[in-house]
T-cell receptor
């Protein structure tokens, strides 16, 4: 299936731990994103990579570090997790030269920090 | 500045039309999108419109864009209970740029 897939779907962890979320797309897109959706459903961009190069880095604590080993993968590593990091994290991708398909989102990773 | 606003809730009866409204502030927005999010799921692209268009129709969906007033609307004809979800309006200045989302409108369809 062509899609944006992220793992894990659910992540429950204790404060202070370090965790990673992985994202892969097989759509041939050249740009990938991480979005955070808070408890009020508000969606805000965190990072964007184009062809493995960081192009958007919003005001995000430096405990969050994205890594893009190739243009089909964008992982998110979070150090020293805090309660306020609990949210749903969405990966997305798009093709900068393709004006017809918009942005494709993964199904999300629900992170709960306890 | 970048800001997208939507009303938070809309309730309609099955079979009625639903109209979800959105306003945005960035006059350089070029692409505007409507996404649907069902409970526990990701965001599904419903439709999009370019800023040089006034209207786009796709089956039961009609998108209207008033660029002068920076107002976007999504009309769902013959709303069904399966349309119950949160609908997000989003804008971007260029394809590949960041999407700025509204707060989402929760549509509740009553039988």
């Amino acid at each position: 299936d062509t899609a944006v897939s992220q793992t894990p779907k659910y992540l429950v962890t204790q404060m202070g731990n370090d965790k990673s979320i992985k994202c892969e797309q097989n759509l041939g897109h050249d740009t990938m994103y991480w979005y955070k959706q808070d408890s009020k459903k508000f969606l805000k961009i965190m990072f964007s990579y184009n062809n493995k190069e960081l192009i958007i880095n919003e005001t995000v604590p430096n405990r969050f570090s994205p890594k893009s080993p190739d243009k089909a993968h964008l992982n998110l590593h979070i150090n020293s997790l805090e309660l306020g990091d609990s949210a749903v994290y969405f990966c997305a991708s798009s093709a900068t030269l393709d004006r017809n398909y918009g942005y494709t989102f993964g199904s999300g990773t629900r992170l709960t920090v306890v | 500045g970048e800001d997208v606003e939507q009303s938070l809730f809309l309730s309609v009866r099955e079979g009625d039309s639903s109209v979800i409204n959105c306003t945005y502030t960035d006059s350089s927005s070029t692409y505007l999108y409507w996404y649907k999010q069902e409970p526990g799921a990701g965001l599904q692209l419903l439709t999009y419109i370019f800023s040089n268009m006034d209207m786009k129709q796709d089956q039961r969906l009609t998108v209207l864009l008033n660029k002068k007033d920076k107002h976007l609307s999504l009309r769902i004809a013959d709303t069904q209970t399966g349309d119950s979800a949160i609908y997000f309006c989003a804008e971007t200045v260029y394809q590949g740029g960041k999407l700025i989302f509204g707060q989402g409108t929760e549509l509740s369809v009553k039988p």
